[in-house]
């Protein structure tokens, strides 16, 4: 089955520049979504489309796509960031959802 | 206000059915994709399948395929999870999550159902 990977973990210092990779055959034919999720709490929609921003979430949060990889990049990190980031996407054939194995963004 | 309500917590033994479930309400719930998500404990996100409750078109993950069932009832609203027999593996908190209409993210989450499968 088609899968998507991620790096298990990105560790970053405060104001710096954060960035979480996630690789997949199909990327170039699917668009690429970003959650961010806290403990506890249910994922929340960061990017989508490779690197639309929904409303609400802050500017520092930016994401593009090179071939089979797309990033999520983290400007300016913040404490409040830390958190586990996953990608998500779609098979070639449009039909199914898959989930990378997510990335946990520490804040040092 | 749109939102998804998941029914509450189940602790259940080994081998006993369940159906766990998730309402739409704010918004045409036949129009739009309701997607589940498992999460093992400390474990990353897992896309279970996907239903469209206009027609009840169902797709499912092959990874649970076969072991889950996803089902929905337009007329009250609401998405189904089943099992027909639990395993302590099955233990994870489930999340439903409404799909864009055109484009395949979850916009919309429900809190999550924690399922704890114990002898």
């Known amino acids: 089955s088609y899968e998507l990977t991620q790096p298990p973990s990105v560790s970053v210092s405060p104001g710096q520049t954060a960035r979480i990779t996630c690789s997949g055959d199909?990327?170039?034919?699917?668009?690429a979504y970003w959650y961010q999720q806290k403990p506890g709490q249910a994922p929340v929609l960061v990017i989508y489309?490779?690197?639309e921003r929904p409303s609400g979430i802050p500017e520092r949060f930016s994401g593009s796509s090179s071939g089979t990889t797309v990033t999520l990049t983290i400007s300016g990190v913040q404490a409040e960031d830390e958190a586990d980031y996953y990608c998500q996407s779609a098979d070639s054939s449009g039909t199914l959802g898959v989930f990378g194995g997510g990335t946990k963004l520490i804040v040092l | 206000e749109v939102q998804l309500v998941q029914s509450g917590a189940e602790v259940k033994k080994p081998g006993e059915s369940l159906k766990i479930s998730c309402k739409g309400s704010?918004?045409?719930?036949?129009?739009?994709?309701i997607g589940w998500v498992r999460q093992m404990p400390g474990k990353g996100l897992e896309w279970m399948g996907i239903i469209y409750p206009g027609d009840s078109d169902t797709r499912y993950s092959p990874s649970f395929q076969g072991q889950v069932t996803i089902s929905a009832d337009k007329s009250i609203s609401t998405a189904y999870l089943q099992w027909s027999s639990l395993q302590a593996s099955d233990t994870a908190m489930y999340y439903c999550?409404?799909?864009?209409?055109?484009?395949?993210?979850?916009?919309?989450w429900g809190r999550g159902t924690l399922l704890t499968v114990s002898s």
């Open positions: 704010g918004y045409s719930f036949s129009n739009y994709w």
């Open positions: 489309k490779d690197s």
């Open positions: 199909a990327l170039p034919k699917q668009y």
């Open positions: 999550a409404r799909r864009d209409m055109t484009l395949w993210y979850f916009d919309l």
